[in-house]
Nanobody, 128 residues
């Protein structure tokens, strides 16, 4: 069983920065959290869920076009934590942000259907 808990959301002004955290718990000793690829998705009311970033088991990363150059995903395998550093925030970044995990997601893509373990989300609000 994989459990994910997000934290770090809040309200910031446009141009500011915010760092989100996701704490992962992976119960099966055969498949530690370090074996998973981990991602961030976001969704606002009335819009489809959008892929933000993914970090694969080998450390490679892929970002959605709307956040490329502004957001950075990272992981700390020793703590079973992963992070999303958000810079130069814009009002359109306002959304509920979810962390997700998968054993073998597709390479170079952010499809929600590839991910089977999800957190409950943390709200990010960016004011102009």
């Amino acid at each position: 069983q994989v459990q994910l808990v997000e934290s770090g959301g809040g309200s910031v002004q446009a141009g500011g920065s915010l760092k989100l955290s996701c704490a992962a718990s992976c119960a099966d000793p055969r498949y530690p959290c370090s074996a998973y690829s981990m991602a961030w998705f976001r969704q606002s009311p009335g819009k489809e869920r959008e892929g933000v970033a993914v970090i694969y088991y080998d450390g490679r990363t892929h970002y959605g076009a709307s956040v490329q150059g502004r957001f950075t995903i990272s992981r700390d395998n020793g703590k079973s934590m992963y992070y999303l550093e958000m810079n130069s925030l814009k009002p359109e970044d306002t959304a509920m942000y979810y962390c997700a995990a998968a054993r073998s997601p597709g390479w170079g893509r952010l499809w929600a259907s590839d991910f089977h373990h999800w957190g409950q989300g943390t709200q990010v609000s960016v004011s102009s």
